[in-house]
Structure formats: structure tokens, C-alpha cells
């Protein structure tokens, strides 16, 4: 069987991951190009995998030598590469959000809609993430019955530095805007924000948020983010229903006894959290294509309700925490 | 040093359970009468503690043989028989909430502001438990930095017969109004009301209730309150704050593997989750009144508060969670 | 009811402790007289409770003004003030053991028998532990299944300084030699003694210590006894059975996130661990005596057991690790 | 890069779990050829890798399209194909144990001596598993200082059909004989046997059975072995050092708050609680295959100690529990 051979546009933490992941773990993947603006990171990043580097992203994509994309290059270029993608007519993998606006996320939709290919699958990973998967196993099993309310907690150390209000939303936030709906097959119907006088480590933007979201369903979520929080990377999920609540259990792989306290770990960033999410995402993504199936992760049109619960909630926040339909235009 | 001798008007299960703490953990006190409608239950409750049973509740109140009172009659009888024992003279422990409204309780805060007696303690018993009281002790030792955000789940079986959709507020919610305040040190200045579909458990009102609480510091707290949660009796609370968060641990004393799987209890109701802090707080009450000190538990004042909380969430749900700031009158 | 007048013997940490607990928490009695060797530590112990202080500890067991006795002094002197206390007829509570070799136990035991009362109880705490008591609960309801093995962890924090060899296990492993009978309602048969090297921090003998007791009924115990573990007071114990196993939770209360970590606290020592354990005995030592019922504390004769089995641990120790038989001699 | 091509001596769980996770998880290897006995068994394994089946292990191994050797059959015949596949000069995978007796170990590490290259690695997969690499690197950080104690548990739902006493100490208890060395970098010198009375569950053998292990490093082991616990497949690890400890945390993912109790899951066996493990271990394996690295697996050497410990202690089982001394041959 020959190998699905991968570019890689993006050559931050994310894409470096996943040239790594691709290379050392996924079979029958082969990283040929990888492509990124600083031409000595992504000498270095291509290295890893011995494939060609290259500053310039649009090539890459029309480059016989790639069947496949995955695009971890900055939100704002999401929207014009994965278009591009399926113009040439490739399976293209892109980062969380497909685009920062519900206008280029439809623009990304009905493109792929016109190729009449399932050609756009999205970095939802947490609907990877053996922990996320045994929740929504078990919720569907009906360990806890008819699902009411859930709780997310997106906790970080400190933000990155690009960060900004409306990014937090359109771009961290948005994974458990996905993992509701995901976990709950049910779509987002309103939402309201709000938050606490923000962490003193939050100069320019509110940090923590509270985001109330109600599901088609009758769900009440609670979506807790703060980028911020300083102590440790921490995701926590609980899903609360009639007769019993399912919640994520501590990763922790290690108990320390010392200096009067019984102590687990936290990891520092999502990359220890979410490695197994990330492998078999990819994995999952270059057995379809190396087989012809349909993915089974998210889809454009997920990435466009996904960015339309983050404008509602966006909008929200600009009106003072008031109650906001969420709008998902047809595509 | 003679007995602390104690008066208790209520026979359902707060009132035995308080003759039963009284009679056999409470070192100078000695249960002398005690008062409730029904002959039959009055009887079996004063039985156990040997005192005298009455039917006439006022009676108690001026009977010279009572010291000091324990008030664990109907929500709605509070305000009057509070405001008879400020008019005896005697120290009176009545059970919360010190009234269903806000002006029921400011009767009652200027009647004891006329007697120039702090003659009322107020049975906000989660004070004394020695979880909250640790919580307590790390916020303020700075464990977790300045509090932004606090997280209040008081989950029950199911609820009472007589329950219903106000008194749930007012009569329960409002343990977590008060434990806010006094956790944080900090007012609630402002409310709203939310929720998700109601179980299918709960037949005339909604259950369970989100409510969002903000302090004069800036802190936002998310209250759930699910009576009808069905699986256990499961207190939570969590404070994050700017560099670390504190909870309550499991409070399970035994595991047990099993059947493929590792488990522990949840209690079935608030009896044994807060055996000690019942315990602990009627010592602490009772030890002030034989030493002539001022009781260590909250005052008809911190009463006058929750209830101008519960109030305000109340007009919240009914203005279909819109934010209601919270009035608490001159008293 | 006339309280119970208890005379309390020994002002060291255990005996302050029961002064206080007494004082403090148990209706229905009252320390009369406290007794020491030193005369600032027993006025200042005797204070506590307005008792009167004396150095003389079997004048105290005579003094019309006391009711009952709690033995709390040096465990060499144990015996032959449980049997002054047994010739005076007034029940008497000794700390374990209830001496250090089985000979003076015997002799304790055949006084009482003389004596035709049972008024010697044995301050084996552990049994009222509210976690032990669970288990033992969980245990005869089966939840388990037969019982075959055992694990059982005592860790301090260091020693106390007049600790030898000898005491560490006549006086210290006791409380899970006791334990592991109660909990199985099983003789410890046959026992053997091993250890690893000793800790650094334990320069006279070894330290931790390791124990295997065989009981009559098939059971195979591992107790550890580490007095020197550094990190804190940490007790465990596990029963392992034919279809599962049951043991002790953490006992902590707070859960702390900070600085990537997940934490809880070590008490330092047994006082806080046990704390209901102590007050829970003597409550229903005291009980016991106002109501002129049998004690539900251990026996004299679970002494000389416990006592027994510790003689059978130090031969082995002596012996090179060898299977000891124990032998409890007819009294 | 041309892809390892690989071939797997047994069709049993565990020789078809190594075909699958090489098919589906590790890049660079591809399987060949499938060998096994029974015939319908050995198509239906292969064919999922779509490799060739055969019934002739020892064609499997000099077979050209071969280059390097799992071996998954019963125990007895590990350590003739092992010598065929040094002969062969091929690197061969060997499940543990390298063979059950010292003699056909002895034999095979001498055979790979006279080969001189490293060409055996050994199935000691919990080094890869990512919890004891953990506990590994806590330890060397002197997260527990100097260690003194381990305890190590390992207990399953029910043991195989062909399991036997020898069997027991061998093929399963070698597991933890193993970790204990590698993870305290330490041999084993002495041990000692002992068991309560055996679970109704196991009818021909002891089950539980309890190890002693005394290590060079004066470290005190207790391994217990409980191949027919029933409630759940449950490893456990804990070593205990001069201030503090470190131990193996509850691996469950999800938390169930359902009727009454929180709980997590037990696996049913070993395949999923050690599938990162063997994953990882295979992963390793090939990486050092493909790039001509010395596999950082266990060594033949490695096996050899682990059976001359198995062997010690089955003679103190047939001795009654004294204590034996571990003799490694000179090879």
C-alpha cells in the first residue's frame, strides 16, 4: 500500500506537533512538504520528518508530491487555504476554527459543497480524546440519564502572547462549543457571557469568562475559560443528567506522597493532555483517506456552528451579558 | 456550672435530630421541653432526650424552666416565634432561613436591635462544618490567590412533599447564598436566574436552578441547585482564584472494588454529611450562652441578607432570568 | 443524672488529649482530679476541666471523688495501676497496651476475673474510628466476599524520643495487631518479621518494619509500620476478599490546585486523624458506666491478646525473620 | 524507508494484538508472515495485516521476507525459537518469560553471546507503559528519597484455563520481578513465599500467592499475585523511600456519580490497560530495528534474572516459605 504523503502548512508548536505525531506514529502517512514563513523554523520543523520545506503554502498544496493538507498556520489564513484544498481537490485537515467569521467559515462550506467531496475535516481533537470518548459512551449507554445541565472548565497557565478577547472565544472557547454539541448531539440554541473582575495576569482582556450555553435539547451548559489560571493546564468536563452525572476523571498517572501532601501532576500545556487525542485523530484522518472512507472527524460545517456560537457569544459579551440566538446562516 | 436548659419547637426530622445532637453530644445542655403539633411525634421527641412535651410552641418560649431555644418548626412560623424569644430574653437558635421574606426579617433584626441583646443565632450550620471551615482557613491563608470565581452544587435525592418552586430558593438555595458571603467576605450584589428543562422528576416547578451570583469584590459564583438529583446527597464547592483553586474533597470514608468497579457513597441525605457540623455548631451555640459570650454563629442580620438574596433570584426567575441587584433594606 | 466523676492519669500528649475531650465534648462527665509526676504539666492539664491536680496517681484511684479512671501514663506502669483501679471496683479505662509483656497482662486479667466485674476497658481507639467502623460494616455484609488478605500502613511523621525496638511494636503495631482481630473477628496465629534497610532517619533500630500475621481463619496480613516516614501521619488499611476489595479513603477534606499541582494534606499526627475516634470512645465509655451497661471497648483480655502477639513479633525480630506461633496463655 | 518486515510466531490474544497494533499503530514495520498452529486461527490474524500465514514457526523465522521476529507462543517453546532466530541473525521480540527455567534461559543468552549482537529483546512491556516510566523518573528525581519499601499488586478477574502454580510465579508474577529490578536499578538477592488460604475460586493452586523480594539495595518488595480477584484487572505500584513515596495512580478515565456511589471502571485484562504500553514497546522495538540502534527493550540477560528469581521462589513455596537466595548463573 503506498503512503498518503502530507503537507504540512504551519510551523508553530501545532504544526511541528503534528509533523512529529505524523511521523513517528501514524503509518502509512509520509510528511513530504511542510511549509511556513520563517524560513529557518521550518528547515527545522521539515527536518524531523526529512520532507522538503518550502515558505510558500499555496505551492505546497498544488504540489504533486502531497495527496493530503493539514493547515496549523494562523486562524485569520484558515478559511483561503482550506479553499484552496479543495480546489485541488485534496482531503485537507485544518486546525480549530475553520475561520475566525461565520462569512468565511459559509465561504469554506459552500466551496466544499460545489466539489461534491467530503474534502474538509476539522481539529475538533477532543472528539479523539479516549477520556472525551468513554463520556459520550456512557452518556449514550444512559449512565446518567437524560442529559440537563454540563459543565466545561478550559483552564491554562497563561495565554500566548497573540492572544486576544475575540480570539479567546473564536478560537479556545469554540473547542468545548463543539464538545457540547458533540457530546450531546444536540446544536447550540442560545447563549449569554459573563465573567468576575478579571485575574491581575490579564492586562487587556477579561480572563476568566463564564459562557451559558442552552442546547435544541434543553440542556443548560456551563462554559468555564481561563486562559490564565496559572496553576496548570486543567480540563474538566461533567454531563449531569436525570439520574446520575458522568464527568472526566484526573489523568494523572502518578500519586506522590511528600512534605505533608498527597499529590498528582498537572501537565503545563495541552500537548502531554491532548497527545493521544492528537495521534488518533490523525490516524483516523490518513486511514480514511488511504482507504477512500469518509473521515470521521469534524466536518466544515461543524467548524461553521462551531464559529457561530462564538459570534453569538461574542456579541453577548459586547451587550453586557444579555441572551443571544445563535444564528447559523444556511450554507 | 449548671446545664444550658433547652427549649426545641419543631418535631420533623431537623427538630428530633437537634433533641437527639442536644441530648447525647452536648456537654451543659439539657433538653427540658420540647414542642410540636402532633401528640404522638411531640411525645417520641421529647422522649428521648427525657423532657417535657408541649403542644403550644409560645408556651416553651416564657416556660421557666427554658434557658435558650432551638427553633426547627415551618419556615413560615419563624419570624414570630424568633421575635417572642428576643421578647423573653433568651438566646434562640433558629433554623435557617431566619424568614421567608425580607420584611418578616427586618421585624425581626429590629426587634433584637430594641432588646440591645444579640439574642439570635441563625442555623446556617455549613459554618461549622470542618470541610467549609478548612476552605475557609486555605482562601484566607492564600492558597488559591484572590478569589474570581466560586462553584456552589447542592445535590439531593429528592425533595420533600412540601417543597416548591420559591421555598427552594428561599429555603434552600440559601445555604449557598450564605456560604458565598461568608467564604468570601463579600456581599451578592447581583443575581440572575437560569435553568435547563426540568427532570422529569420534578412535576410542578423547575428543577434543577443555575444561579449566578456576583460579589461587591468582583467574584462570580454559579450556584446549582438540583433537589430531584436522584443518584446522592453531593455538596460541592470550589474557589478559583488568581493562582490556584481549593475544593471540598470527596468526603467517602471507604472504597470499595467491585464488580469492575472502584467505588464510594454518597450519603442520602444532609443527616450524615453534616452530622459534625450540627454537632460542632450547637456546641459552639451552646458553649456561648454558659460562658456569657457572644455566639460564634450567623446572626439574624447574615439572615436578613441570604433572604434579600433568595428574594432577588426569585424576581430573577420570575423576570425570565434577567439580573436583579440585591436589596437588603436599612434595618 | 449525676455525671460520672473520671480521674485522669498521665498529662503527657494522651493524657491532655482526654482531659480536654472529656472536658469539652462528653456529657456526663467530668474530670475531678488529674494526676502527674509533673506538678507545672498536671496544673496546667488539670485546669482545662477546673480538676483538682495531684502527684499521686494511686490516691487518685482511691479518692471518693472519683467515679472512673483513665490510664494514660508510661506503659511500664500500666498494670499495676489497672488492677488498683480493679481492687478499688471503679471501671477503668487504660491506653494500650494494657502492659508491655503478656505476664503482666495476665495478671491484669486474672485480677479482673476475681473480681466478677468487668470494669477494665481497653483504649484500642481505632474500633470507633468512624472509617474503621465502615469498614468492619462493609466487611460482614459481604461486600468483599470471604476475606484472605490484609494490608494495613501506619506511618508517623518521626518518633517520639523514648522509642526503642521493643515499644514500637508492643506499643505501636499493637493497634493493627488489635485491629486486624477485630475487623476479621479472627486470632492472629502465626506471625513472622522482616524489614527492609533501615531509614536513614532511625539511628537505633529498625525502621520501617514489616509483619505478617496468618490468622485462624486463613487470613494473611501485611502490616507496615513506618514511624519515621517523613511526609505525615498516614493510616491505611485494605481488605482484600474472594470478590473484592474494600479499605480506608483519604481522610482529607480539601483538595488544593496549585503550582501543577493537585493536592491534600497529611495530618502531622493522630490527633487530628483520630480525633472521633477518641471522643466517640469516650462517649460511649461514659455512656456506658451512667447507664450501668457493659463497655463496648475492648476488653482486658483483647489486651493480653494484642500483647501476645506482639511478644510472638519481637521473637521472630529476634529469631531472624522465623515463623513465630503465638500463644495467648490461659488467664 | 523501507518498511521492518516482521514476522509473529502464535495466534493466541496476545500474538494477535501484536499483529494489530503493528498493522494499525507503528510506522515502519510491516507483517509478513503469521505463524501458529491452528489453521483457521492463523488465517483469520493474518489476514488482518494481510500477511501470509503458516503453520511452521521455524520456516517463519528464516523465511527472506523476514526480518525480524515476535514470538507469542507458549512459554515452553520460547527459547528454542529464540536460538533459531540469533542463528538466523535476526532480531527477535520474545514475550516474557525468555523461557520458564534458568537452564533454557542460560542457553539462549549464551547462544546471543557467541552471536555477538544484541539481537533479543525481551516482552517486559510495563517499561514502556507511560505510568511506571513516570513512577521511574520521579523515583531517580528523589521525588521519595532513598527507597525503601515496594509494594507491588497485580490482580486479575480470572486466570487462564493452562495456568499453573509454576505457571503463576513464572509467566505471571516474573512481570513484577522485573519492574522491581528495573525500576529500583537493583537485583533481587533473596526472597521468600507465602499465601492465605487459597480464594474458592481456585481450585488446583494457591491463589492469592504473596512474594517477599529483598533487593542489593536493602529494598523490601512485596508482590502479591492474585490471578482470580474477580472484581477487576488492578496493578498497582507503590515504592516508599526515606521521605515520602510514589505510586502508580488509578488509570480510570471516567467518573460515574450513579445510585448512591461514585465509581470508575476495572479493565477486564491486560489489553487495555497496558495497550499504551505495548504499543510504545513495539514502536521502540522497530525505531531501533530501522535505524540500526541498540532496542532499549529488556535484554536476555534481563530474562534470565527474572526466572532465576521465579525459580527462588517456587522453592520456597515447595520449602514452606523459607527463605531463598537468588542464584544468576554465570552465562
Chains 1, 2, 3, 4 share one sequence.
Request: charged share 20%; aromatic share 6%.
Amino acid at each position: 500500500m503506498t503512503d498518503v504523503r502530507v503537507g504540512v502548512i504551519g510551523v508553530g508548536n501545532m504544526g511541528a506537533e503534528h509533523v512529529d505525531i505524523l511521523h513517528r506514529f501514524v503509518p502509512q502517512a509520509a510528511v513530504t512538504v511542510v511549509a511556513g514563513p520563517d524560513e529557518e523554523r521550518v528547515h527545522s520543523v521539515a527536518a524531523v520528518a526529512r520532507a522538503r520545506p518550502t515558505s510558500d503554502s499555496y505551492a505546497l498544496i498544488t504540489d504533486p508530491q502531497v495527496d493530503a493538507i493539514v493547515i496549523a498556520s494562523p486562524d485569520s489564513t484558515h478559511a483561503g487555504l482550506v479553499i484552496a484544498a479543495i480546489r485541488a481537490g485534496k482531503p485537507v485537515l485544518c486546525e480549530k476554527p475553520l475561520a475566525p467569521t461565520v462569512d468565511e467559515c459559509v465561504r469554506v462550506v459552500q466551496e466544499e459543497q460545489r466539489s461534491r467531496d467530503r474534502l474538509v475535516s476539522l481539529g475538533f481533537m477532543r472528539r479523539f480524546d479516549p477520556a472525551y470518548t468513554e463520556l459520550k459512551t456512557a452518556l449514550n449507554a444512559g449512565r446518567c440519564g437524560i442529559p440537563l445541565m454540563m459543565r466545561c472548565v478550559s483552564r491554562g497557565v497563561s495565554f500566548d502572547p497573540g492572544e486576544n478577547s475575540e480570539l479567546s472565544i473564536s478560537g479556545s472557547a469554540v473547542h468545548d462549543f463543539d464538545i457540547v454539541s458533540w457530546l450531546l448531539a444536540s446544536a447550540i440554541t442560545e447563549v449569554s457571557w459573563h465573567a468576575p473582575r478579571r485575574t491581575s495576569a490579564a492586562a487587556s482582556f477579561p480572563d476568566p469568562q463564564l459562557i451559558l450555553l442552552h442546547t435544541e435539547g434543553g440542556v443548560l451548559a456551563v462554559v468555564e475559560l481561563f486562559l490564565n489560571a496559572g496553576y496548570g493546564y486543567d480540563i474538566r468536563c461533567e454531563i449531569v443528567g436525570e439520574n446520575g452525572a458522568v464527568s472526566l476523571a484526573n489523568p494523572a498517572r502518578l500519586i506522590t506522597d511528600s512534605a505533608r501532601t498527597r499529590s498528582t501532576g498537572f501537565p503545563a500545556d495541552w500537548r502531554s493532555r491532548f497527545a493521544d487525542a492528537y495521534r488518533l485523530e490523525l490516524q483516523a484522518w490518513i486511514a480514511a483517506i488511504a482507504t477512500s472512507h469518509q473521515s470521521a472527524l469534524a466536518t466544515a460545517y461543524d467548524g461553521l456552528i462551531a464559529t457561530a456560537v462564538a459570534e453569538a457569544v461574542i456579541a453577548s459579551k459586547k451587550g453586557g451579558g444579555r441572551k443571544v440566538a445563535v444564528r447559523v446562516p444556511a450554507a
